[in-house]
């Protein structure tokens, strides 16, 4: 299974930007889903996740209301729309697959599979 995520950016404050994540050589549809970030000096930490049919997900507050986990089967993609950005949100953005539990978790050692990573920087 392959996980290549993308859209990365240098933004601005306030700015938006929407990270994909295209999963090949397994069964997407399988698959909760997440997302998980690392800043420089810093332990990875839980973004948000996605049930399998997209119909639940999962956040951590610090990105509630400005951040958005969807998925479309059909593609093999999952995606992340994040909105009104903040300095702090620099990280690499890193995407996860697991199939071994039936809802989205935070916990990064469920996942198993795990892509290379997209730079998110956001300037003040």
């Known amino acids: 299974v392959q996980l290549q995520a993308s859209g990365g950016g240098l933004v601005q404050a306030g700015g938006s930007l929407r990270l994909s994540c295209a999963v090949s050589?397994?069964?997407?549809?399988?698959?909760?889903m997440g997302w998980f970030r690392q800043a420089p000096g810093k332990e990875r930490e839980f973004v948000g996740s996605?049930?399998?049919?997209?119909?639940?997900?999962l956040y951590r507050d610090s990105v509630k209301g400005r951040f958005t986990i969807s998925r479309d089967n059909d593609k093999n993609t999952m995606y992340l729309q994040m909105n009104s950005l903040k300095p702090e949100d620099t990280a690499v953005y890193y995407c996860?697959?697991?199939?071994?539990?039936?809802?989205?978790?935070?916990?990064?050692?469920?996942?198993?599979?795990w892509g290379q990573g997209t730079q998110v920087t956001v300037s003040s």
């Open positions: 050589g397994g069964s997407f549809s399988s698959y909760i």
């Open positions: 996860a697959a697991e199939d071994s539990t039936f809802v989205p978790t935070p916990l990064a050692r469920r996942y198993d599979f």
């Open positions: 996605i049930s399998r049919s997209g119909g639940s997900t």
